[in-house]
């Protein structure tokens, strides 16, 4: 079983930054895809961003593109969200997520097989 501990989250203003940090325990994870999704109060969860096992492919939403960072840390079992130029519409929980397949593309929250409990970012206009 891997557990996974999103901190990092806060409070800031538009045009401001923060960095995600989820740490996995259990067992290793550096041969599971990790990713991020986050939902909007009112809104349906989405997904964020996706780093493979090797951190040599990622991919990301469209609306988060050129802003945010996926990163990974295998030595450390941790894997990061840098997000930079944070808009009001990013205010959400953030959720960790790790996948033992690479899904390209294509993630669905209910394909993971291990989720985060999810840390609040909360940006202000």
């Known amino acids: 079983q891997v557990q996974l501990g999103e901190s990092g989250g806060g409070l800031v203003q538009a045009g401001g930054s923060l960095r995600l940090s989820c740490a996995a325990s259990g067992r290793a994870v550096n041969n599971y895809a990790m990713g991020w999704f986050r939902q909007a109060s009112g809104k349906e969860r989405e997904f964020v961003a996706g780093?493979?096992?090797?951190?040599?492919?990622?991919v990301y939403v469209d609306s988060v593109k050129g802003r945010f960072t996926i990163s990974r840390d295998n030595a450390k079992n941790t894997v990061y969200l840098q997000m930079n130029s944070l808009k009001p519409e990013d205010t959400a929980v953030y959720y960790c997520v790790a996948e033992r397949y690479w899904r390209g593309e294509y993630w669905t929250w209910d394909g993971m097989d291990y989720w985060g409990k999810g840390t609040q970012v909360t940006v202000s206009s």
């Open positions: 780093i493979h096992w090797t951190g040599g492919l990622t």
